[in-house]
């Protein structure tokens, strides 16, 4: 498939069809760099580990993922100020 905006994004394209996921994508990274990823989800509700942990394989590079949706669990697990919730 040739995009006509490919010569303007260049490197910036990191996939293009069904088969470019961004977990996919996510995989490919962190296996060429050799590193691994863990997250602290709240509005997300774990959707980004979900798509993470549905490569087979995953758990050579994912971590862990916690997720702190109310106010009160943000605060205690990760010391975020009030302030910040709207």
Same mark, same amino acid.
């Given at each position: 498939? &040739? ?7 260049? =490197? ?6 069904? =088969? ?6 996510? &995989? ?5 760099? &050799?590193?691994?990823?863990? #997250? ?9 580990? !979900?798509?993470?942990? =549905?490569?087979?394989? *995953?758990?050579?590079? #994912?971590? *862990?993922? !916690? !997720?702190?949706?109310?106010?009160? *669990?943000?605060?205690?697990?990760? *010391? !975020? &100020? ?5």
């Amino acid at each position: 498939m &040739k995009l006509k905006f490919a010569g303007v994004l260049k =490197d910036n394209i990191f996939g293009v069809g069904d =088969d470019d996921t961004f977990a996919s994508i996510i &995989k490919q990274m962190l296996f060429c760099k &050799k590193k691994t990823i863990s #997250f602290v989800e709240s509005c997300t509700v774990g959707i980004i580990a !979900v798509a993470i942990t =549905d490569i087979p394989g *995953s758990s050579l590079y #994912f971590k *862990s993922s !916690v !997720v702190a949706y109310s106010n009160e *669990s943000r605060i205690k697990l990760f *010391s !975020v &100020k009030r302030r910040y919730f709207k």
